[in-house]
């Protein structure tokens, strides 16, 4: 027994309590806070307790969802999952997760840990808890205010790449050079996974593109294939590198509209099988195959790892639906240019016909810099028949963007902050009807806030 880590879980554990009993919010980040101060060494010494390691997600977009249909795979598979499924990713928030998932004692209950990481804190959360798999999903622009250019995140994730311990393996998105670039000194134990068809490659790269420059030699790649943002089959003409061999691939991709998706993987030493997923958008084939990937990795059976993803269900805000007032409400988080280009490509390819409500906020956790909203290829909304409404604190912001892209002002309505917004727009649905609202990350708080208020979903931390 350890006192003094049996102290700081004590702490985290009780004080999560309180906050939630007081109304004070999910206790997902400050008990962690107070878990370190307490016992420093508290992350450490608890990741060491999981007998089968454990696994770190980290990327730009997809974190959540990927983390998810991992934990979801593994219980299938008989493990007992210590996840910070509220999504609180900071060193606090895992800390504050683990703890919780803990006994007073400080014993750890669980066999292996899901840790989905934020880009800053993955290689402070890499260096304390010595992962059995690093799973690498991307790098995209986010928050220039906040981790900096792109060069910058990747320079931090490359020092704690060299930085790992010689068992730790690294699943990798080959298809984003600059992770595969990262890794190439790791490839004797690099897992490298992406997609190996054509059907769903873009005409050219999108204006929001990060990564479409050599990082060796500073040439512009080529495409064979460019599927989302920067994501594709390249090579470089000027030095020759070039997205590495697929270890784990996806191909046969079928999205059925909104509701589900489906492809075939194809694996080392296996037959190819196929998998479906009740999620959509290519953005979530990229997601279910990192997490079918690393899977692969940790030695699941393709008949789990089908039986995991079929499991899995939306993780919070995440093609998340709720019912309010007997209308149908889609909750898809929007974060930065690639992510919302995404998002657009699902609705207008799948030829949604339902108003359509974006909440865009400025606040800290969002990045105070809303001009990644001119980043965004938003055209294709104004070739819809969508009638839009924006909200939250810079919803005038994004009602200007729309007007530029095209959007006819009789189908534009500014909507004003949460909670008001909520029931403005829903009062604009008929009853029976669906829509979709599109929210930044604090928006999204609010508007979770305000319909657990409302008594029609939970809190976000009890999912």
Not at 20 to 37: F, K, M, V
Not at 238 to 256: H, K, Q, Y
Not at 320 to 325: D, N, S, T
Request: with cysteine; net charge neutral.
């Amino acid at each position: 027994m350890d006192p003094r880590l049996s102290l700081a879980v004590g702490v985290s554990r009780l004080s999560a309590t309180a906050l939630r009993r007081l109304g004070w919010g999910g206790g997902t980040a400050l008990p962690g806070l107070l878990t370190s101060l307490v016992d420093p060494a508290a992350l450490s010494k608890l990741s060491r307790q999981l007998p089968a390691g454990c696994v770190v997600v980290a990327g730009t977009n997809g974190k959540t969802t990927t983390a998810r249909m991992l934990a979801t795979i593994l219980e299938q598979a008989g493990h007992r999952v210590v996840h910070n499924r509220a999504g609180s990713n900071l060193v606090r928030g895992i800390t504050a997760a683990i703890a919780e998932q803990s006994s007073l004692l400080g014993r750890v209950r669980g066999d292996i840990a899901v840790l989905e990481a934020d880009e800053a804190a993955f290689p402070v959360v890499v260096r304390q808890t010595s992962p059995r798999i690093v799973l690498l999903l991307n790098l995209f622009r986010d928050q220039l205010d906040r981790y900096g250019e792109l060069d910058t995140v990747a320079r931090a994730w490359g020092e704690a790449l060299n930085a790992l311990p010689t068992a730790s393996g690294v699943v990798v998105n080959a298809d984003d050079p600059t992770l595969a670039a990262l890794t190439g000194e790791l490839a004797g134990r690099r897992l490298a996974f992406g997609l190996a068809e054509q059907r769903f490659a873009l005409d050219r790269l999108p204006h929001a593109a990060d990564a479409s420059v050599c990082r060796r030699c500073g040439t512009a790649f080529t495409y064979r294939a460019a599927f989302l943002s920067h994501l594709g089959d390249y090579r470089c003409p000027g030095c020759g590198f070039e997205r590495p061999p697929l270890d784990v691939a996806a191909r046969a991709i079928a999205l059925e509209g909104l509701e589900r998706l489906s492809f075939e993987v194809t694996a080392p030493g296996q037959q190819p099988w196929r998998v479906e997923v009740p999620l959509s958008g290519l953005y979530n084939v990229y997601n279910a195959l990192a997490a079918v990937a690393a899977a692969h990795a940790l030695g699941i059976a393709p008949e789990l790892i089908r039986a995991g993803l079929a499991a899995t269900r939306a993780a919070f805000g995440r093609l998340e639906r709720v019912c309010y007032r007997d209308r149908s409400l889609v909750i898809v988080l929007i974060k930065n240019p690639t992510g919302l280009n995404e998002v657009v490509r699902m609705l207008t390819s799948a030829r949604v016909e339902a108003p359509l409500l974006i909440l865009i906020n400025d606040l800290d956790a969002d990045g105070r810099d809303v001009s990644w909203l001119w980043d965004a290829d938003l055209e294709p909304l104004a070739q819809t028949g969508l009638p839009i409404f924006t909200g939250g604190i810079r919803g005038a912001d994004m009602a200007l963007r729309l007007k530029y892209a095209g959007l006819p002002e009789e189908r534009l309505r500014v909507l004003g902050d949460l909670p008001g917004a909520l029931d403005a727009f829903v009062s604009e649905l008929a009853p029976g009807q669906t829509g979709y609202i599109l929210p930044t990350y604090t928006a999204l708080l609010a508007l979770r806030r305000a319909l657990a208020e409302r008594g029609v979903a939970s809190a976000f931390w009890r999912q």
